[in-house]
C-alpha cells in the first residue's frame, strides 16, 4: 500500500463523516423531536420550547462529531481494538453526565409561584426527561456507528 493509498483511504473517510454530520440530527428530529415534550398547562408554548431545547443545540452537534471522529480515528488507528478506546469514552460520557441529569431532570421539582398543576408539571417533566433519554442514547449509538462503519470503509478502502 502506498502513501497516496493511505492519505485517499484517511480522506475519503473523513469527507464522508463531514457530510454524514447532519444525517444525525435529522434523524434525531424524526425520532425524538423537542416539541413532543408539551408544556404544563399554564405555561406558554414559547417559553416551555425555549427552556426545553436551551442553546446547547450547536455544542451538541460538535460533540456529538467529535464523538463520531473518535470512534472512527479508533477503528482506524486501531482496528480490532477499538472496543475499548470507545467503551472508555461512552464510560467517561455516561460518568459526566450523571450529575447533570440528576440537577436537569429534576431542577425545579414544582412551580411554587405558578398556577400550574403540580400532576401537570410532573407530566411535562417526565416527557422531557425522556425526550433528552432518547437523544443522548440514539445520538450516541448514531456518532458511534457511523464513526465505525466509516472507519470500516476507510480500511477496506487502504486494504491491498
Wanted: with cysteine; aromatic share 10%; glycine share 10%.
Amino acid at each position: 500500500m502506498t502513501t497516496f493509498d493511505l492519505t485517499v483511504g484517511i480522506v475519503a473517510g473523513l469527507a464522508a463523516l463531514f457530510v454524514s454530520r447532519p444525517c444525525v440530527g435529522f434523524v434525531l428530529s424524526r425520532i425524538a423531536p423537542w416539541d413532543q415534550a408539551l408544556p404544563p398547562k399554564g405555561v406558554a408554548p414559547e417559553d416551555w420550547m425555549a427552556a426545553v431545547r436551551g442553546t446547547g443545540a450547536k455544542s451538541a452537534s460538535w460533540l456529538g462529531g467529535l464523538e463520531c471522529l473518535l470512534a472512527y480515528v479508533a477503528t482506524v488507528a486501531f482496528s480490532g481494538s477499538a472496543g475499548p478506546i470507545i467503551g472508555g469514552w461512552m464510560a467517561f460520557k455516561v460518568a459526566s453526565k450523571w450529575e447533570s441529569w440528576q440537577n436537569v431532570v429534576r431542577v425545579p421539582e414544582t412551580l411554587t409561584e405558578s398556577n400550574v398543576s403540580q400532576l401537570d408539571f410532573l407530566r411535562a417533566r417526565r416527557q422531557w426527561a425522556a425526550l433528552l433519554y432518547t437523544r443522548f442514547l440514539c445520538g450516541t449509538l448514531l456518532n458511534v456507528l457511523i464513526g465505525v462503519l466509516l472507519g470500516l470503509m476507510a480500511l477496506a478502502m487502504m486494504a491491498p
